[in-house]
């Protein structure tokens, strides 16, 4: 079996689109999401439905966490919008009242087993939710990802992609398909071979201009959230995006 591991959608319908017919064009037949399918980006519904016609197990990350205390919050939707965006607010008035019960409904943290392959699937780390274990992360907040009997342990926040062996298994991280941080215009996710247990990490091109076009519309005052969609090579220009991702 062939398993496409996503994380950090965002919104991004486009970037979806593309990674996925790649992903059937793989022979991928199951989805892996490690949360953040909202959140910066606009087409939530788009982006939901997209994924959902799979076979899937998913897990929410810190926006859609966002997004359930916007929900109950006006002042914490408020304080979003202006760190993050409007696409919370866009969330609420476009998603249903299923898409909502369903992505709010989805729990922290999950273990996944696929041909006997173990996987521990993170949004943050398997110790914090919230917690960014960047590829340049001391040894020891890499062996605190360790996780006993499984095969290997899946993380994303962070938008940028790592693979390290430690401790008998191995951390994955996927990258971001919606806004990769380190390059502009690719999806980034990876393919697991089940059979062989090889990890394969893809970059698929997409068309990012009306994801631009409109971040820039509606977000005028996060000009970043268009910039960093056009980021034209590895490490090109210092992160200006908040903290958390």
Known sequence: ??????SDVHGNHVALQAALGHAR?????????LGDMVGYY??????LQQLRAWPLVAIRGN???MFAESLDDPASAARFHTRYGSALIVAEQILSSDD????????????????GV?????HGSPRDPDEYVYPDATLD???????PD???????????????????????????VGQARDIGGLACWCLLDTTTRVIQFQRTPYDASSVVAEARRRDPHLPNLADVLLRAAPHAAPDALPAAS
């Open 1 to 6: 079996m062939k398993i496409a591991i996503l």
């Open 25 to 33: 064009a793989a022979d991928a037949s199951q989805l892996v999401v």
């Open 42 to 47: 606009y087409w939530a519904k788009d982006v």
């Open 63 to 65: 926006h859609e966490r």
């Open 100 to 115: 909502k019960a369903w992505l709010l409904g989805l729990p922290d943290r999950a273990t996944a087993s696929f041909d």
């Open 118 to 122: 173990m996987l521990e699937l993170c």
């Open 141 to 147: 907040a890499l062996d605190a990802c360790v996780v």
């Open 150 to 176: 499984r095969d290997f342990v899946l993380m994303g926040h962070t938008h940028r992609p790592m693979i390290v062996p430690r401790g008998g298994m191995v951390l994955i991280n996927p990258g971001s």
